[in-house]
């Protein structure tokens, strides 16, 4: 069926000459060029104002909210911007089609993201309650168990690809152990959730395939209940249905896996790619939590996103804003936003990564240790560890929402495991807490591998293999 197009927004204004991308007068967040370089689209947009118009799909438009108070403007405003995609006049007209790839991430689902008021409040106690009822303690311990089986993997062959081979693979095995996931269910939840992300996969055929393992999952806890998420929030007293159930483990899925990877790999990115972290511990600074601060503000894992609808026509920085146009927030942009002094980004965390207002992330840290544990266990693991290409070679994936690697080679002195490899708990059969963990105050017991020859190459000895040679003793 011929979709009718959509009239062009009055306000709509021609980016100015050298925006890297055009699509009928409005700049794309799409394609090759913004995936290689998005803070150029932002510094062209910014010549309109902290508001404008874009394209985030062929035929999808959007209003991008690029300024950082604006941005908080429309996060803590509920009285006038909805979440709920119903209000989304262009999918409910037909001019935006139904497969159109952006929208299985902006589709209204009965979870706590796409909803308001006493319908999210009910969506966000199960979820918050039951994230409550996770031991920090344990789930570092965790997160170090499946680190190690990834490590032990890779460590042999001295090269890998940090994307595909660890940072992508390490929520997927804390996701299935967490949520008392068999590997089969978890194979098609990560592979649904990631292809809804990537603009160039089909992503009707992956919001089929998402749908299909959150239901066989459900389906498992109603009949076999466990020490697992999935389990808990069965049984909270908000007392959600199955339908209900399987749309807050598609959004917890999403949160949890692919922007979880995009922060672990970015921050390892920036660690071996900046010198400003080849320096020593001098000082007590704690480097991992420095590049993951610094991730955050300038390279967020989701760089566009927080979708809204204005209620009624209304205006932000002075721009008109439609009911039922979606108003996106660019996290990467607010953050970097020029009026926003570098004293004031320094030293804190009011970065929008984890969104603002009442729909800010309700498992920021539980996601932030996770990245942490993962970092510190690789470059412990793997002290030695650099680039094995030059960082302007690396790739980034298309999309209007996710800022993600399409890979990130490296190499190192391989390490040979003297212990048998912890074993591979990818089936979901295990409890999740099965033992206490160590807390992150607790020295931790040196590792079972041997160091490999110093690479012959010479570079900047960085700050973590002094740790790991203190930390082991050597």
């Known amino acids: 069926m011929t979709s009718p197009t959509a009239p062009e927004p009055a306000y709509a204004a021609v980016p100015p000459p050298g925006c890297p991308a055009h699509a009928g007068g409005l700049a794309r967040l799409y394609g090759p060029e913004h995936a290689a370089d998005p803070k150029a689209t932002f510094a062209a947009l910014r010549t309109q104002g902290s508001v404008a118009p874009v394209e985030i799909a062929p035929g999808v438009e959007a209003t991008l909210v690029i300024g950082y108070q604006s941005a908080l403007e429309v996060l803590r405003s509920p009285e006038r911007f909805s979440k709920n995609p119903r209000r989304w006049q262009a999918l409910a007209d037909g001019s935006v089609p139904a497969d159109s790839p952006v929208v299985p991430m902006m589709m209204h689902r009965p979870n706590a993201l796409w909803s308001d008021g006493e319908e999210h409040a009910r969506y966000r106690s199960a979820i918050t309650d039951t994230l409550a009822q996770i031991d920090p303690n344990e789930l570092r311990g965790h997160v170090e168990e499946c680190a190690d089986i990834l490590i032990d993997r890779i460590g042999p062959d001295g090269t890998a690809d940090l994307l595909s081979d660890y940072s992508a693979m390490l929520p997927m095995l804390v996701f299935n152990r967490m949520f008392g996931c068999p590997a089969d269910i978890g194979d098609k939840l990560v592979f649904g959730m990631s292809r809804i992300f990537d603009a160039e996969a089909d992503a009707e055929k992956a919001n089929q395939v998402l749908t299909e393992g959150g239901i066989e999952l459900v389906a498992l806890k109603r009949r076999e209940p466990g020490a697992d998420v999935t389990s808990w929030m069965m049984a909270h007293p908000a007392r959600l249905t199955d339908l209900e159930m399987l749309h807050q483990l598609a959004l917890l899925m999403g949160a949890g896996t692919e922007p979880e990877q995009n922060l672990i790999c ?30 955050l503000w300038t390279d967020p894992p989701l760089a566009n996103y927080a979708v809204h609808y204005a209620i009624q026509d209304t205006e932000v920085d002075g721009v008109e804003v439609p009911a039922g146009r979606p108003v996106l927030v660019s996290f990467t942009a607010a953050n970097t936003d020029p009026a926003l002094s570098g004293e004031r980004r320094a030293g804190n965390r009011a970065h929008l990564a984890w969104s603002a207002g009442p729909h800010t992330c309700p498992a920021k840290s ?77 020295p931790q017991d040196a590792t079972s591998t041997a160091r490999g020859p110093v690479s012959a190459k010479a570079a900047p000895r960085r700050w973590w293999r002094f740790l790991a040679v203190w930390r082991r003793g050597r």
């Open 266 to 295: 970015n921050a390892l990115l920036l660690l071996l790619s900046d010198d400003r972290f080849a320096g020593d511990l001098a000082g007590g600074s704690m480097p991992v939590d420095e590049a993951l601060d610094e991730v």
């Open 366 to 442: 539980a996601a932030r240790l996770i990245a942490a544990v993962a970092v510190e266990k690789l470059l412990d693991r793997l002290p030695d560890v650099e680039l094995d290409c030059e960082v302007e070679q690396l790739e980034w994936r298309q999309g209007p929402f996710h800022r993600a690697l399409t890979a990130l080679p490296v190499r190192f002195p391989p390490i040979a495991v003297t212990v048998p490899a912890a074993t591979d708990e990818t089936s979901g059969d295990t409890e999740w807490n099965p033992k206490p963990a160590p807390s992150s105050s607790t």
